[in-house]
């Protein structure tokens, strides 16, 4: 398995932007699938996004299309997330999550995925 660090969590005003980073160690980072979920205070874990192991595919929750954008630099062994057009209820503990995958393949259950990260705060104050 990978092993996952996020970062770039934060407190930031509705309408504005963050970028979250997601680092991961291992030399067969291409190999995975990787995708984007959070969990606010009281409520499940929910998909956010994914993307493919090449980069070529993405995939988004419908309450983020538009204002999230998912992408990966395998040279990095990292995958990102850019937040813009930031809602309060948008705050949320946001965890990166990996799986090997056979195919090009978009893994939006979390239950597919087998490494995770340990999660970074974002907070959107209205």
């Known amino acids: 398995q990978v092993q996952l660090v996020e970062s770039g969590g934060g407190l930031v005003q509705a309408g504005g932007s963050l970028g979250l980073s997601c680092a991961a160690s291992?030399?067969?980072?291409?190999?995975?699938?990787m995708g984007w979920f959070r969990q606010a205070p009281g409520k499940e874990r929910e998909f956010v996004s994914t993307i493919t192991r090449s980069g070529t595919r993405t995939s988004y929750a419908d309450s983020v299309k538009g204002r999230f954008t998912i992408s990966r630099d395998n040279a990095k062994n990292t995958v990102y997330l850019q937040m813009n057009s930031l809602k309060p209820e948008d705050t949320a503990n946001y965890y990166c999550?990996?799986?090997?995958?056979?195919?090009?393949?978009?893994?939006?259950?979390?239950?597919?995925?087998?490494?995770w990260g340990q999660g970074t705060q974002v907070t959107v104050s209205s």
């Open positions: 999550a990996g799986r090997t995958a056979l195919g090009d393949t978009l893994l939006s259950l979390s239950g597919y995925y087998n490494s």
């Open positions: 291992g030399r067969t980072f291409s190999s995975y699938a």
